[in-house]
């Protein structure tokens, strides 16, 4: 379909492993966001790509969590030395207008 | 089809004018998620509902959970501009991966 697209869907890493969360939103839109929810709680913002402007990374947990966006579309999530506290499911949105988001399926990451 | 439906699509009310907002499935729910959403901004989390019959308030904002997890409501008692966004349910089917509805556009003008 043409949905945004997360991969993997299912991550299980070391402690202490780098991991790469990737997305691929909806084609021509130009806003992006990735989320996380740990178990048994809402999502929390992570960070925002809107077109060519700066992100807003206010919602980085720590400096081990980064994220690109390349040519405007896809956008990967980068976790270094990973902890068990990162186990969660990532959720990625893409939107044309800013003000409906589409998600992904999130890639669920569990850190051993 | 959206596996949550939610209702209305779209609202216009008046400053201090009540309003109701429903989000509806057709299997029972693990949890109930209640979202804001701003123009341009995340989704800010307001209530997460559990229990069949639960009832949470924060502010003016009022959620409830039916006794058979399937539906929710939420209902905003004298409707401010500040109330104005989307609000989008999100529901967790014990998969530990949500699934949102369409989302409600709330506009409140003086």
């Known amino acids: 379909g043409a949905g945004v697209s997360q991969s993997p869907s299912n991550k299980v890493t070391e402690k202490g492993k780098d991991v790469e969360l990737r997305c691929d939103p909806i084609?021509?839109?130009?806003?992006l966001y990735w989320y996380r929810q740990s178990l048994g709680q809402g999502l929390e913002f992570l960070i925002y790509?809107?077109?060519?402007?700066?992100?807003?990374k206010s919602g980085l947990p720590s400096d081990r969590f980064s994220a690109e966006r390349t040519g405007g579309s896809v956008s990967t999530l980068t976790i270094q030395r990973t902890q068990q506290e990162d186990s969660a499911v990532y959720l990625c949105?893409?939107?044309?207008?800013?003000?409906?988001?589409?998600f992904g399926a999130g890639t669920r990451l569990s850190v051993l | 089809s959206q596996e949550l439906e939610q209702s209305p699509q779209s609202l216009i009310v008046q400053e201090g004018k009540n309003l109701t907002i429903n989000c509806t499935s057709s299997?029972?729910?693990?949890?109930l998620y209640w979202y804001k959403q701003k123009y341009g901004e995340g989704l800010i989390f307001l209530m997460m509902?559990?229990?069949?019959?639960e009832e949470k308030s924060h502010e003016k904002i009022t959620a409830k959970l039916d006794e058979k997890k399937q539906q929710s409501s939420l209902h905003i008692t004298a409707s401010q501009p500040s109330h104005a966004g989307i609000y989008l349910c999100?529901?967790?089917?014990?998969?530990?991966?949500?699934?949102f509805g369409t989302g409600t556009r709330l506009q409140v003008f003086p």
């Open positions: 509902l559990q229990k069949g019959g």
């Open positions: 084609s021509g839109h130009t806003a």
């Open positions: 790509f809107q077109g060519n402007s700066a992100p807003d």
């Open positions: 949105a893409s939107s044309a207008d800013l003000y409906i988001q589409y």
């Open positions: 999100g529901a967790d089917r014990n998969t530990d991966k949500l699934i």
């Open positions: 299997k029972t729910l693990y949890g």
